[in-house]
């Protein structure tokens, strides 16, 4: 009777692990050995990766041994039973005496005893999803247990308190239910819960801690609890699926993030939830993770793709991640896609979508068409910003100040762009800005404290001739940044012209060490000499002749910047003063016509040589002999030597080392203003040909408040302010010129009828 009962109970077991067995695959990874390639799916997610692998590889286990093992087990002749008794006792089989009739017939497998209280509660509640799912579970574990066709025929097991227990588990009551639990053990001793319903509860509290976890967006939790739970990670929660997904996202790994959703895409059937994981997908993972994820689209069985309806929102998100990464290249297909909903749709944020896109990747003509585009359909701040930004790059500020106005104020973004476009404008303002746009950007720049258009400011009075103006402009913006050494530079040189001596040392003082230019004013590069020598020590200066008027020529390959006539105006390089030879007494020259190290005669000698090399129009080596010179203890031989050394200069020239050296002993304020009148006016041909027209005007200005302009650098400054179409001053400065008889001037007078009146030519 013993075999009979070991059968009987082998029987029992039998049925259940053939079943499994009938799927190797599934069976492995049910085990956790992992199935075939080719296999099925897994049941569900697994988490392995997130706590690291295995120390010690699993034991390898003929698991088609042990199939055929227990199959010939299951068929093997058994002892006969009474098939009633064994179905309302099976205990009682073992306990069976062992005298059995010879003729009696083999028992059948016993049905196994199944506890069917969960399953006759979800019914009772009318909780379908949960009855389907129990019934599953129960085939699961006893492959021959039949459900009944009427679980609420079931009968009640009579423990009341069991009942109630799962009803607390069904209302998600589990501290309840735990507390239950702990209360019925220590009244009944040796009471034990169904394991069953143990292992529910263990469930249903890691998803509450998970859920929980997620929403307080505590992230590392999800995953852990993930990790240690993966039976949660299944297609039957697909919420569980999310949120863990999400944790990965939001903790910097991408790639399981990744890994979740292709679980989901790949082992997940229901529509909704595959169109929904897209869409959570797409919020939180890159553009080209999501190629990745899109190719696992399935047909939607019409001829279309599953994820059709969600196409347009996808296509926009892809052009909005583009719009933050300029190295983002989207596929052609999405931007046709928001192409053809600006066209087409009328809204207004898609073609902004096109405008951002295109302006990220410095295409700014079509920025401006799109984003003008949203402005006709609807004006507003974040369309005028882009198109403001687009007329800026494509040196337009002068409309982009008059788009940004209306908006200046709506963010930190509107103002910082509107002040761009005001710098932007005064740095060339046209001639026919009305005091109404000056007197808002003034009014604004100063209630935004903006330094760049607060010297801009400046830069303009100058160009005015409006000094005061311009000092304070330089001044107000020093104030509110100390450390800006380009509104400094300004203050200095408006000083200067201003005859305020002390502002300026004030100025050279605090910016000592930190600003050449401030200390020497801003030296010109090397060029060739334009001024005439100025007079040896003890002779004096010649008087001031008349400047040679610079050579104007037409010449189709130098225009006029901006509009302008064809064969525009430009300005050959030509000496601004005539070369005037100053005569001094005899001077021997013999003894510097070879060479000799400077450095090794005395000041007084070497001094002398200096002008001897001067004499035959040798200055550099002029140069060494009144460095030589600067060493003598006798403070006129240094002032002499210093003088000296920066004519040497000039006529090399090298006018930036000219006005270093007259710094190296104090000069006569006679000899400093003959230097002083010399470098401007070579700075101020500098900046011309360069065609920096409001640094040659400034170089002008300061020129002309040491000497009276000559006719040539009068020409010089109509041509500057033609250039810059600043046409009422070109025509007071030619009109002047013109009528001291100079043709320069009757010329620039011409020039200037054909920029103004091009039509009238013939």
Avoid at 189 to 202: H, N, T, V
Avoid at 387 to 399: F, H, T
Avoid at 554 to 568: M, T
Avoid at 708 to 728: C, F, T
Wanted: proline share 7%; glycine share 6%; charged share 25%.
């Amino acid at each position: 009777m013993r075999s009979s009962s070991v059968a009987i109970v082998v029987a029992v077991a039998v049925g259940g692990l053939v079943t499994a067995l009938k799927d190797r695959a599934a069976f492995q990874e049910m085990l956790g050995f992992g199935g075939s390639a080719h296999g099925p799916a897994p049941q569900f997610m697994l988490m392995g990766r997130v706590t690291g692998p295995e120390i010690s590889p699993k034991p390898q286990i003929d698991l088609q041994a042990i199939a055929d093992r227990l199959q010939a087990a299951s068929t093997a002749p058994q002892a006969s039973e009474s098939v009633g008794d064994a179905a309302e006792n099976p205990v009682t089989i073992a306990q069976a005496p062992q005298q059995q009739p010879a003729t009696a017939q083999p028992a059948k497998p016993a049905q196994p005893k199944v506890d069917e209280s969960a399953l006759r509660y979800f019914a009772s509640r009318g909780d379908k999803a949960r009855l389907q799912a129990e019934i599953a579970r129960l085939q699961a574990l006893y492959p021959n247990w039949v459900p009944p066709a009427d679980p609420l025929a079931v009968p009640q097991n009579g423990d009341k308190q069991l009942e109630q227990m799962w009803q607390l588990y069904s209302e998600g009551r589990y501290a309840e239910l735990r507390k239950a639990i702990a209360d019925r053990q220590a009244s009944e001793s040796g009471w034990q819960p169904p394991p069953d319903l143990l292992d529910r509860l263990d469930v249903a509290e890691a998803r509450a801690r998970l859920v929980n976890a997620s929403d307080l967006k505590q992230y590392a939790t999800v995953v852990q609890i993930g990790a240690n739970t993966p039976s949660l990670l299944t297609c039957s929660d697909i919420d569980v699926l999310w949120r863990v997904a999400e944790a990965f996202a939001r903790t910097d790994r991408a790639s399981r993030a990744k890994d979740a959703y292709v679980y989901i895409l790949t082992n997940c059937t229901n529509p909704q939830e595959r169109l929904a994981t897209i869409q959570k997908a797409s919020a939180l993972l890159p553009y080209a993770t999501m190629q990745d994820l899109l190719a696992l689209e399935r047909p939607d069985g019409n001829g279309g793709r599953e994820f059709d309806s969600i196409r347009n929102d996808l296509a926009r998100r892809f052009v909005a991640a583009g719009n933050d990464d300029p190295n983002l290249v989207v596929a052609p297909a999405y931007l046709s896609i928001v192409r053809r909903l600006a066209e087409t749709d009328g809204q207004p944020s898609d073609s902004l979508l096109l405008g951002w896109y295109q302006l990220r990747r410095e295409n700014y003509a079509d920025a401006e068409k799109w984003f003008r585009a949203s402005r006709d359909k609807e004006d507003s701040a974040i369309a005028s910003q882009g198109l403001a930004l687009a007329l800026i790059a494509e040196k337009q500020p002068r409309e982009a100040e008059a788009v940004m106005y209306k908006w200046r104020s709506t963010s930190k973004e509107a103002t910082a762009t509107y002040l761009a476009a005001t710098a932007n404008l005064m740095a060339q303002p046209p001639a026919d800005l009305s005091e109404e746009v000056l007197s808002r950007i003034a009014a604004e720049t100063i209630a935004q404290k903006y330094v760049p258009t607060a010297q801009q400011f400046g830069w303009f009075a100058r160009t005015l001739n409006q000094p005061q103006t311009a000092a304070r402009w330089f001044e107000t913006a020093l104030r509110w940044k100390p450390d800006d050494e380009p509104s400094a530079y300004g203050l200095a040189i408006t000083r200067q012209q201003l005859h305020d001596r002390a502002g300026v040392a004030e100025i050279q003082r605090l910016w000592t060490g930190k600003s050449d230019r401030i200390a020497q004013l801003g030296e010109a590069t090397n060029r060739q000499p334009t001024q005439a020598p100025l007079p040896a020590p003890g002779q004096t200066a010649p008087q001031a002749t008349a400047a040679a008027p610079p050579e104007i020529i037409r010449a189709p390959s130098e225009r006029l910047e901006g509009a302008g006539p064809p064969g525009g105006v430009a300005v050959a390089r030509q000496p601004a003063m005539q070369t005037v030879t100053v005569r001094r007494g005899a001077r021997q020259v013999r003894g510097c016509t070879t060479t000799t190290n400077a450095q090794l005669l005395d000041p007084e000698t070497a001094l002398s040589r200096g002008w001897c090399l001067m004499d035959i129009n040798r200055p550099m080596e002029a140069v060494k002999a009144f460095e030589a010179a600067l060493a003598s203890p006798n403070r006129r031989t240094r002032e002499d030597a210093a003088y000296g050394q920066s004519l040497a200069y000039l006529r090399a020239g090298l006018s930036n080392n000219a006005a270093v050296a007259a710094t190296k002993a104090p000069q006569t304020q006679q000899r400093a203003a003959e230097l002083q009148i010399a470098i401007l006016a070579d700075r101020a041909l500098a900046a011309f040909d360069a065609k920096r027209y409001r640094e040659a005007l400034i170089f002008l200005d300061q020129r002309a408040q040491l000497r009276q302009e000559p006719i040539g650098l009068m020409v010089l400054r109509g041509y500057a302010y033609l250039n810059m179409k600043m046409y009422g001053d070109a025509e007071r400065i030619f009109t002047a010129a013109a009528a001291t008889g100079s043709k320069d001037a009757n010329r620039g007078l011409a020039d200037l009828r054909a920029a103004t009146h091009p039509d009238t030519l013939d």
